[in-house]
């Protein structure tokens, strides 16, 4: 039998405008230096919003996220009114989790307690490093000095922050990333998102690295930087709870876990991604990523939906374990054969067991070790079999 999990019910607003592109991002995010109409933008956002909810009407919503791009670019009456509107189609639950990401500069720091007003109660900032030569390098608009007064700001304004470090840059070392990430954890209040750098495609830093001209570092050194990155934020009382995520107990993302924990999100605004159960069946829905596109599909049609797929238990599976692999608290075979229709056989977890990538914590829940974090998809795919 499926183990009931309660895995709440997300709304994703996704504000896809930068002040500058950040030469290692690959999200959906633009600069329009003419400026952006928002008050047309707020028009289509409530007009999609009101399709999605007629899809999903009867859920109580425990998440809100406004992601980006940088959302923090938004005029606090804009953020407001999508807030309101969220409020309006959905039952939205009294201690929902609302939160919102933030770019330090001071600018945007001014309207922080705009936003708390609102109802944002979690704010996470993209700080990126704690190193003025390492946030030049990033192309980072600010430096060292702002993304600290921006959450010394926030601290003042939020009952939640969390912040954004990009480590595994050209060059760093352990010595570095140990300072670094301590200075970090002492400025951090109980949650902080770690990531390596990534080379994305078709980016800047894809072009230099393929010139030869930027290096990462090698996986036996990245690998040794994250041991050092788990052992720090264990040992400062902030243990990851997903693969890069890291929080004191009780203080993690619940709308994140919601994505993790498999459970419905409806995705608002260009390039929005949603899963929603309908009918019994998980269905995904993909938005147009062009802002001005998506503005024209959401005039003539009241969406900007391009792709409506229904996944089939096999695909519902796959996707279920992808997710909850990431997660400390591991995931539930029985509800992954529930929604798989898949059988998974003792000698398959008992190989992975042996193996030492997977460990089990009960009869029916198992989770990834430390080992089998660096090879998730081949432990999803030796499980999924
Ligand atoms: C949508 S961005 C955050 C919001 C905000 N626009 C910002 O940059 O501060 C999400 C986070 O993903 C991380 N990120 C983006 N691209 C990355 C890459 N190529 N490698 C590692 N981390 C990356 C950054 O830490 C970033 O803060
Ligand atoms: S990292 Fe953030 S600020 Fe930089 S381009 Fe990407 S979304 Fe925009």
Redesign the pocket.
């Known amino acids: 039998m499926a183990v009931a999990q309660d895995t709440g019910f997300g709304i994703y607003i996704h504000w896809p405008f ?1 002040e500058a592109k ?1 030469p ?2 690959d ?1 959906n995010s633009h600069v329009r230096h003419g400026g952006v109409n928002q008050k047309e933008y707020i028009d289509a956002y409530r007009r999609e919003m009101s399709y999605f909810s007629d899809l999903s009407k009867e859920k109580k919503v425990t998440s809100i996220f406004l ?4 959302p923090s670019l938004m005029q606090p009456e804009t953020l407001d009114a999508l807030l309101k509107e969220v409020h309006n189609l959905w039952d939205v639950a009294d201690n929902a989790e609302i939160s919102m ?1 933030a ?1 330090p500069s001071s600018v945007e720091a001014e309207r922080f307690s705009a936003y708390h007003e609102s109802g944002v109660n979690r704010l996470s900032i ?1 700080v ?1 490093s704690l190193k003025d030569v390492d946030l030049r390098f990033l192309g980072r608009l600010h430096d060292v000095e702002q993304a600290i007064k921006a959450v010394e700001i926030a601290r003042e304004t939020f009952p939640r922050i969390s912040f ?1 470090l ?1 480590y595994a840059r050209p060059n760093q070392t352990e010595r570095e990333w140990e300072e670094e990430l301590n200075l970090a954890i002492d400025y951090a209040a109980d949650h902080l ?1 770690l ?4 080379i ?1 495609p078709d980016t800047p830093f894809q072009k230099l690295f393929d010139a030869g001209k930027l290096q990462i570092p090698e996986p036996d050194f990245a690998r040794a930087l994250y041991d050092l990155t788990q052992d720090i934020c264990q040992a400062r009382g902030m243990p990851a709870y997903e693969v890069s995520n890291h929080a004191k107990k009780g203080a993690e993302s619940r709308h994140n876990l919601t994505y993790w924990r498999y459970g419905d999100y409806a995705g608002i605004g260009p390039g929005a991604h949603s899963r929603l159960t309908i009918d019994d069946e998980r269905t995904g829905f993909i938005v147009e990523s062009y802002p001005e596109t998506w503005l024209l599909e959401v005039g003539k049609k009241g969406h900007g939906i391009w792709n409506v797929e229904v996944l089939n238990p096999e695909q519902t599976g796959d996707e279920m374990l992808l997710m909850g692999l990431r997660l400390k608290e591991g995931i539930s075979l029985s509800r992954y054969e529930a929604l798989s229709g898949r059988y998974i056989e003792d000698k398959q977890v008992n190989s992975l067991l042996a193996d030492g990538m997977i460990e089990r914590l009960s009869d029916d829940i198992v989770r990834v070790s430390r080992e089998g974090w660096f090879v998730l998809d081949a432990v999803v795919a030796d499980l999924a079999m």
């Open positions: 930068c950040c290692y991002c999200f992601g980006g791009g940088t990401e770019n993209g990126q954004d990009i998102s990531y390596q750098l990534t994305e």
